[in-house]
T-cell receptor, first 110, second 119 residues
């Protein structure tokens, strides 16, 4: 069956450290994968998109990697700040649809 | 950046009544809008794709007669939950693509969501 999985447990990281979130998928061949941030009671906000032929994409303190062999994307936030605390969702494009993971809650402790 | 608004942000209604949720793209035109539902700690579930000037495309398992979608203009789509029941209580989120912009075509801009509680 097709699945997209993110760690359901909250990730606690000390301020200043690098936070790494994981998105794994099975039985998909996505053209691209996106990462979004969602704050409580709010809609998701687009962060980064990485295509199947790209290994890595960066935007300021954010970095996304995409390994189509492992069927995995990693999302990194360097020099993390309490304001980075939110739920981070990955979504992959398959058959003209976006398929969403359930998200991982990230907590950055001061 | 592209902004999508939703109204209302929250609504409480009695079982059996109908509720209309509006989704507007404020500074861009959106040929396509999407309606999602999200339960606590769960992923976004696409309900339907709303196309301006034509009928919406519903996902499998979504009752089109219960969730009425109208996309009358390039900046407005509405979702009406008819004869709402407690199990319809959820967080409803719309999104839109800026089909005519120069940015990333694949980026979806999300509204802030509408919390529906049916008593």
């Amino acid at each position: 069956s097709q699945k997209i999985e993110q760690n359901s447990e909250a990730l606690n990281i000390q301020e200043g450290k690098t936070a790494t979130l994981t998105c794994n998928y099975t039985n998909y061949s996505p053209a691209y994968l996106q990462w979004y941030r969602q704050d409580p009671g709010r809609g998701p906000v687009f962060l980064l998109l990485i295509r199947e032929n790209e290994k890595e994409k960066r935007k300021e303190r954010l970095k996304v990697t995409f390994d189509t062999t492992l069927k995995q994307s990693l999302f990194h936030i360097t020099a993390s700040q309490p304001a980075d605390s939110a739920t981070y969702l990955c979504a992959l494009r398959s058959n003209y649809q976006l398929i969403w993971g359930a998200g991982t809650k990230l907590i950055i402790k001061p | 950046g592209a902004v999508v608004s939703q109204h209302p942000s929250w609504v409480i209604c009695k079982s059996g009544t109908s509720v209309k949720i509006e989704c507007r793209s404020l500074d861009f035109q959106a040929t396509t809008m999407f309606w999602y539902r999200q339960f606590p700690k769960q992923s976004l579930m696409l309900m339907a794709t709303s196309n301006e000037g034509s009928k919406a495309t519903y996902e499998q398992g979504v009752e089109k007669d219960k969730f009425l979608i109208n996309h009358a203009s390039l900046t407005l789509s509405t979702l009406t939950v008819t004869s709402a029941h407690p199990e319809d209580s959820s967080f409803y989120i719309c999104s839109a693509r800026d089909n005519f912009g120069t940015g990333n075509y694949n980026e979806q801009f999300f509204g802030p969501g509408t919390r529906l509680t049916v008593l």
